[in-house]
T-cell receptor, first 112, second 113 residues
Framework: NAGVTQTPKFQVLKTGQSMTLQCAQD?????MSWYRQDPGMGLRLIHY???????DQGEVPNGYNVSRSTTEDFPLRLLSAAPSQTSVYFC???????????FGQGTRLTVV | AQSVTQLGSHVSVSEGALVLLRCNYS??????LFWYVQYPNQGLQLLLK??????LVKGINGFEAEFKKSETSFHLTKPSAHMRDAAEYFC???????????FGKGTMLLVSP
């Protein structure tokens, strides 16, 4: 049982490049979400999904897109990377039965 | 949306001393509350959670937290700090129909010999 798998673990992008952060879970959870972690800011919600085909914006959605075509996968797309998107990104899935969140190991992204 | 306030971005204790990390929340619905720990360059590990059962919740590594509705608090305690407890601690509350978490800004726990 792998839990939540995030790839890649590290990434360096140039300003203006695009990329997709992958997130997959094997626990059949309905709820999935993306957060970014910045020093002194805690974790802030970017986008979230309550099921396949349903997504919504969180606290800091600008510059990011998501889609949820299957229950298992919830990729995060950076459309045109900016230095302000340098951060650590975490994907999470939540069971709708007991609300416990399971996190991936994170992606450390640097935009130069 | 709900909110979480963690008092003190840094807390310093001596090894063997009591650890108290403060968390206050606001929630328009019965809250589910969580404490996570993050060691340097690692992911988030669940310490404990409150989901409307017992108000005193015991977690891993000797930590516990008490849910106080009247004070809207969920403070984390440990009777005796160890060097290995040095890490960043995050309090979180369920949000958006329990489908996401809202986090506090974190408290860095420093433990000195």
């Amino acid at each position: 049982n792998a839990g939540v798998t995030q790839t890649p673990k590290f990434q360096v992008l140039k300003t203006g490049q695009s990329m997709t952060l992958q997130c997959a879970q094997d626990m059949n959870h309905e709820y999935m979400s993306w957060y970014r972690q910045d020093p002194g800011m805690g974790l802030r919600l970017i986008h979230y999904s309550v099921g396949a085909g349903i997504t919504d914006q969180g606290e800091v959605p600008n510059g990011y897109n998501v889609s949820r075509s299957t229950t298992e996968d919830f990729p995060l797309r950076l459309l045109s990377a900016a230095p302000s998107q340098t951060s650590v990104y975490f994907c999470a899935s939540i069971s709708d039965r007991d609300t416990e969140a399971f996190f991936g190991q994170g992606t450390r992204l640097t935009v130069v | 949306a709900q909110s979480v306030t963690q008092l003190g971005s840094h807390v310093s204790v001596s090894e063997g001393a009591l650890v108290l990390l403060r968390c206050n929340y606001s929630s328009s619905v019965p809250p589910y509350l969580f404490w996570y720990v993050q060691y340097p360059n690692q992911g988030l590990q669940l310490l404990l959670k409150y989901t409307s059962a017992a108000t005193l919740v015991k977690g891993i590594n000797g930590f516990e937290a008490e849910f106080k509705k009247s004070e809207t608090s969920f403070h984390l305690t440990k009777p005796s700090a160890h060097m290995r407890d040095a890490a960043e601690y995050f309090c979180a509350v369920s949000d958006r129909g329990y489908s996401t978490l809202t986090f506090g800004k974190g408290t860095m726990l420093l433990v000195s010999p």
